[in-house]
Each structure stands twice: as structure tokens, then as C-alpha cells.
């Protein structure tokens, strides 16, 4: 699947316009961006113009939103850098799961520069905040020294509490954690679904 495809698939599961099981299947059929299913519908103009007022107004779910509409170009031209800045604002205004894209973004280099203090700063507050995806890629962070000293009992902590939470990804790192085969982490599949 092209590299823009799977972004508009992660991030359609990311603004709860798919499900987890929604965009797993679609990411596992291979279909590309305009074969994303049905559910999925554009902002129209609108709504678009209500995201841009209430943003502008300081809104973090509408900042997150517009955020996202952007990445994706739902109902709008797509605009990545802009989508970046209310993505930015929204994690700053405290929106958890902006937090968590963001940093998810800067851990695996998706549409910014990897720089992992930077996904160590925006995922922490989102895993501390409870977003399962989060802790889930705190707990890779710990355990690979990336971005923070490397400390597998953290690494342990954060996976076991979104493995709490049955999220397989954490489970699966959990039990590369505890076999002494860490490298073959990888970050949450898809990123936050939560809207808060």
C-alpha cells in the first residue's frame, strides 16, 4: 500500500471516521485512499467553516478535527503543513489524543522529521493522560533509549497498562520485553482513536 494511502487510512481511524477493525481491514486489503469504505464521508463546507471558526476561537477537539481534515484533504485541499500547526495547537491546549498523534507522528517520522524528544514530550502527556496507543509507544521509547535514557522497568510499566486494556500491539511488545527481544518492537498500528 503507497505510503499516503496507509496516512489516510491511519489517520480516517485517528479522526473516529473508521474503526480499529475498520481501517486494520481496509490497511490489510491494500486498498488506496479514494477505495477507503463508504463510512468515511468529507466535512462539507459548512462544517469546515464551523471547525475554522471554533479553532480560531481556540477549540482543541475543533483545532484537532480541522487538523486532521487537513492531513487527510476531507472537505478541504489537503494542506499537511497547516494540519501540523492545529494538530500542534490542539496537543498544547491539552487534547489528549492530538497529543498522542503528534507524538506518534514524530517517533515514526509520518509526515514530520523523526525526532524522538519530541515524540517522547507529546506521548508521554498523552500516555500520562491515560491514551493507550500512548502508552503503548512510551513503552518503546523506554525500552530503546529513544528520546529518554533507555529503562526497560518503565518500558514494562507503560506496556503493561495498555496491554491492560487489550491492545494487542502492547501485548505483543510485552512479550518481546520480557523474552529479551526488543528490536522487534514497533509502534501502535494505527494511531489514538479516542476523541477527547
Excluded at 500547526?85 to 498523534?101: E, I, R
Excluded at 510485552?174 to 518492537?185: N, P, S, V
Amino acid at each position: 500500500m503507497k505510503a499516503s494511502a496507509r496516512s489516510l487510512l491511519l489517520l480516517a481511524a485517528l479522526s473516529g471516521l473508521l474503526t480499529t477493525q475498520d481501517g486494520a481491514q481496509a490497511a490489510a486489503e491494500g486498498k488506496q485512499a479514494g477505495e477507503a469504505p463508504a463510512a468515511i464521508s468529507a466535512p462539507s463546507p459548512a462544517e469546515i467553516a464551523r471547525l475554522r471558526k471554533a479553532a480560531s476561537r481556540g477549540d482543541a477537539q475543533a483545532q484537532y478535527d480541522l487538523a486532521v481534515a487537513l492531513d487527510c484533504g476531507r472537505g478541504v485541499k489537503r494542506d499537511q503543513g497547516r494540519a501540523l500547526q492545529w494538530l500542534t495547537q490542539a496537543a498544547s491546549d491539552g487534547h489528549v489524543a492530538a497529543q498522542s498523534a503528534l507524538g506518534w507522528k514524530y517517533m515514526t517520522g509520518e509526515g514530520v522529521p523523526r525526532d524522538d524528544a519530541t515524540a517522547f514530550r507529546w506521548i508521554r502527556r498523552a500516555a500520562e493522560s491515560g491514551d493507550t496507543s500512548a502508552q503503548n509507544n512510551l513503552g518503546i521509547l523506554y525500552a530503546q533509549g529513544r528520546g529518554v535514557e533507555a529503562d526497560l522497568v518503565e518500558a514494562e510499566k507503560w506496556f503493561r497498562l495498555a496491554a491492560e486494556k487489550d491492545a494487542a500491539d502492547a501485548q505483543r511488545n510485552l512479550d518481546e520485553l520480557l523474552a529479551g527481544r526488543g528490536r522487534g518492537m514497533r509502534p501502535s498500528s494505527e494511531p489514538p482513536l479516542n476523541r477527547t
